[in-house]
C-alpha cells in the first residue's frame, strides 16, 4: 500500500456450522474438536487501505461491513478524521480489534512519540507499523543503518508499554544495494522485537520465496500481510493466484510467530465484494 502516514468462532460462522452438526459430532467450524487442546486459528483482520474508496464514502459504514463479513480485526492507514476515542467507539460497536496501524515513521519521533503512544492506546493498538521510507532513509546501506538504529530506539521506548514499531515491504526492498536486500539490512541490523511485517503478494512479485524469508526471522512476523500475487491478474483473490498459501501458513503457525493475518488487497474496483471474497477463500483454506 501507499504511505498515507497518520491518518473463538464468529457468530456467522457458528451459524454457517450449523447447531446441529455441532451438537452430535463435537466440533468447531475450524475443524477441531471441543474440548481437545490445540493451537488457536491466527484471527485475521483487513487493512483498511484494501477498502480505501469506500471509507472516503462513509467510513463508518465501511468499518461495520468488514465486520459483518467476518474480519475479526482492522489495520488503520489513517483514521477518517476521527478521534481517537471516536475510533475506538466505532471498533467496539463493530466488535472489533485494531491489529495494527500504518504509520509514518516521522510521527514516532521527538515530540511527535507520545501522541502517536497516546492515540494507539486509546484505540487498543499495540503494533506500530511503519509502511514506506522516505528516500534519504534507505537510498544507502548506511542509510539503512541508520535507520535501523531509529527502529531500535523506538522499539526500546514501545516495550514497557507493551507496544512494538515494524517494517511493512514493497518490491523495492529487495532490489539489492551493496550486495544485499535492503530489508535485510533493516532486519539483520534492528533488534528481535521489531516485527517483521512482511507482505506476502510483494515478495513474490520480488521473485522472494515468502515462507523461506519469513524463517530468516523467527519470532518476528507477528503481523503479516496476506497479498494475493499474480503475473496475469493484477485484481486476484487470495488463493487464487502464484502465492503458495499452505507453505507461508506453515512457517506463520510454526516458527514465525504470527498473531495476526492480515489481508491487504490492491483492487480498484469493487473493494467491499472483493475484500469478502478474500476472506471466504481464506475460510475455505482453513483459516
Not at 24 to 46: D, E, Q, R, T
Not at 97 to 107: I, Q
Not at 189 to 198: A, E, F, H, K, S
Not at 212 to 220: F, I, T
Request: one cysteine or more; glycine letters at 10%; proline letters at 3%.
Amino acid at each position: 500500500m501507499n504511505d498515507l502516514g497518520q491518518d473463538t468462532l464468529s457468530r456467522r460462522d457458528f451459524i454457517a456450522c450449523g447447531t446441529g452438526a455441532l451438537a452430535v459430532l463435537g466440533m468447531s467450524c475450524s475443524g477441531g474438536f471441543l474440548g481437545l487442546k490445540g493451537k488457536s486459528k491466527i484471527p485475521i483482520g483487513l487493512q483498511l487501505y484494501s477498502v480505501r474508496m469506500e471509507t472516503q464514502k462513509d467510513f463508518d459504514k465501511t468499518v461495520a461491513a468488514v465486520a459483518g463479513y467476518g474480519y475479526q480485526g482492522v489495520e488503520f492507514a489513517g483514521y477518517g478524521n476521527k478521534s481517537a476515542a471516536d475510533v475506538r467507539a466505532l471498533l467496539d460497536a463493530n466488535g472489533l480489534k485494531c491489529c495494527g496501524t500504518h504509520t509514518g515513521l516521522d510521527t514516532m519521533l521527538g515530540d511527535a512519540f507520545q501522541k502517536t503512544v497516546e492515540f494507539n492506546q486509546t484505540i487498543g493498538n499495540k503494533y506500530l507499523i511503519v509502511p514506506s521510507l522516505p528516500q534519504q532513509r534507505r537510498a544507502t546501506k548506511q542509510a539503512l543503518l541508520d535507520t535501523a538504529k531509529v527502529f531500535n530506539e523506538i522499539a526500546a521506548m514501545l516495550k514497557p508499554l507493551g507496544m512494538q514499531v515494524g517494517y511493512h515491504n514493497h518490491t523495492q526492498e529487495f532490489q539489492p544495494i551493496e550486495g544485499e536486500y535492503p530489508l535485510d539490512i533493516l532486519f539483520g541490523n534492528t533488534v528481535q522485537d521489531v516485527i517483521v511485517q512482511l507482505d506476502i503478494g510483494w515478495a513474490t512479485a520480488a521473485k522472494i520465496d515468502p515462507a523461506a524469508y519469513l524463517k530468516k526471522y523467527p519470532g518476528r512476523a507477528v503481523t503479516v500481510h496476506v497479498k494475493e500475487h499474480s503475473s496475469t491478474n493484477r485484481e486476484a483473490f487470495v488463493g487464487e493466484g502464484e502465492v503458495k498459501w499452505k507453505d507461508v501458513f506453515g512457517v506463520c503457525e510454526s516458527v514465525a510467530g504470527t498473531k495476526w493475518y492480515i489481508v491487504e488487497d490492491e483492487r480498484k474496483t469493487e473493494q467491499l465484494p472483493g475484500v469478502q471474497k478474500d476472506l471466504q477463500n481464506l475460510r475455505a483454506m482453513g483459516k
